[in-house]
């Protein structure tokens, strides 16, 4: 997954939240647009948009942007650092035995989780079926487990806080059955979970989920008009050769798609804005 776009109203206090907060780095700023991320990967991109309203919370979008961090002492860095400067962001945390999550709402009512992934060997799978639960995690144990001086120190000066990238994300959408089709049959991910007609989670490569839509707020949802939230969501494919064969995949299936020589563009049925490029 590459990065996510959102629509802000207020840019310098998103800045903010996702730079001291969530311990981003402020990759760029030019002008209305910021991105945020690690090193020289871009995980949140922020477009000042204030003439826009936000969305209704039955409205399809974006249920939460999950970023993955490298060791458990910089998840427990980023926990800290946002529990700290905005705790009233926190709405729980889960292990879901291929990962350990914690999640926040951002100021502006956006989903963020914050996770690390287990060892691999470690993720079970029954007939192409990955193993995942909602069991009680207790954050403050993680922080005294996996913290340390060293994190409370990193997370007060921004500095030596390791990698992240955009690990999944996860869609608010009008039904399973619409998303299944669109992402599985057309786009190409393989199904590695399903919770009836509630949600579906897709990815490549046996990855537990690259991305996952539900119904849980959303069940009915048309078309999303122009709001804040979700501007676009950001898929890396291999190569040229891969992003060549989407193309036509997509056309086969007559998806309205926007060529520009480097990505192709298109909407998903809820008119999330997907672009799909190739690595560099």
Known sequence: ?????????????????????VTLELL????????????????????HAPELRH???????L???????????????????????YPGTFTGSADHLVSEAF??????????????DRDRSAWSWVHGTVEMATLHLD?????????????????????????????????SVGDVASAREFYVERLGFETTAELGDQALFVSAGGYHHHMAMNTWGSRGAGRRGLALGLGKVEIVVP???????LGERMAHFRVGVRDDGRTLAFDDPWANLVEVRAAE
């Open 63 to 85: 249920y939460h942007t999950a970023i993955l961090f490298d060791t458990r002492e910089a998840l427990a860095t980023a926990i800290y650092a946002v529990a700290s400067r």
């Open 139 to 171: 954050p403050n144990a993680y922080l005294r487990e996996h913290l340390g001086e060293p994190g409370v120190q990193a997370a007060a000066a921004g500095t030596g806080l390791g990698s992240a990238i955009v690990g999944h994300v996860h869609l």
């Open 1 to 21: 997954m590459g990065a996510v776009t959102l629509r802000v109203a207020d840019l310098d206090g998103m800045i903010r939240y996702y730079r001291d907060g």
């Open 103 to 116: 999640y926040f709402t951002d100021p502006e009512g956006n989903g963020v989780e914050l996770y690390f």
């Open 28 to 47: 760029r700023h030019d002008g209305p647009v910021a991105v945020l991320g690690r090193g020289t990967t871009p995980i949140i991109v922020l477009e």
């Open 55 to 61: 969305a209704s919370p039955r409205d399809a979008g």
């Open 239 to 245: 190569d040229a050769d891969e992003l060549g064969a």
